[in-house]
């Protein structure tokens, strides 16, 4: 690329945009986030199904599946889960299912202060 070429688009000084601030991602539960009580559907792992590809993990906007420690099970994390129900459609091994909030004794729908 020829230097005029470049020099053709540069980006005059008064229209420059600056540097982004790098914001680190959330490495903790944030307290002042929780979403699960907007939740009307749950997902339900059949661990019988779960091949621990970790899509789950991967796609769910809230990190709400992870490994136990002993690294052999998928952990949800209701206080989170808000019920959007993306990791149900990226399960490949069919072992997440969606479930009504009012099936379970503690469901959202339930609770008289929801988290
Ligand atoms: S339903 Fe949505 S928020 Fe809940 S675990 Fe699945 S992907 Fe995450
Ligand atoms: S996406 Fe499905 S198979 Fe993969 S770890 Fe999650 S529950 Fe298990």
Redesign the pocket.
Same mark, same amino acid.
């Given at each position: 690329m020829s230097k005029n070429y470049c020099e053709k688009f540069r980006i005059p000084k008064h229209l420059e945009v600056p540097m982004g601030a790098v914001i680190p991602a959330p490495v903790k539960e944030q307290p002042a986030m929780k979403t699960g009580n907007w939740r009307t559907e749950r997902p339900v792992?059949d661990h019988e199904?779960?091949?621990?590809? !970790?899509?789950?993990?991967v796609f769910c906007p809230d990190a709400c599946?992870h490994l136990d420690e002993k690294g052999e099970r998928?952990v949800w994390n209701p206080i989170y889960c808000k019920g959007c129900l993306i990791?149900v459609e990226?399960?490949?091994?069919d072992? !997440?299912r969606s479930e009504n909030e009012m099936n379970f004794k503690g469901g959202v729908a339930r609770l008289d202060k929801p988290y």
């Open positions: 792992i199904k779960c091949t621990l590809c !970790l899509n789950c993990f599946w998928m990791c990226e399960c490949p091994a072992a !997440l």
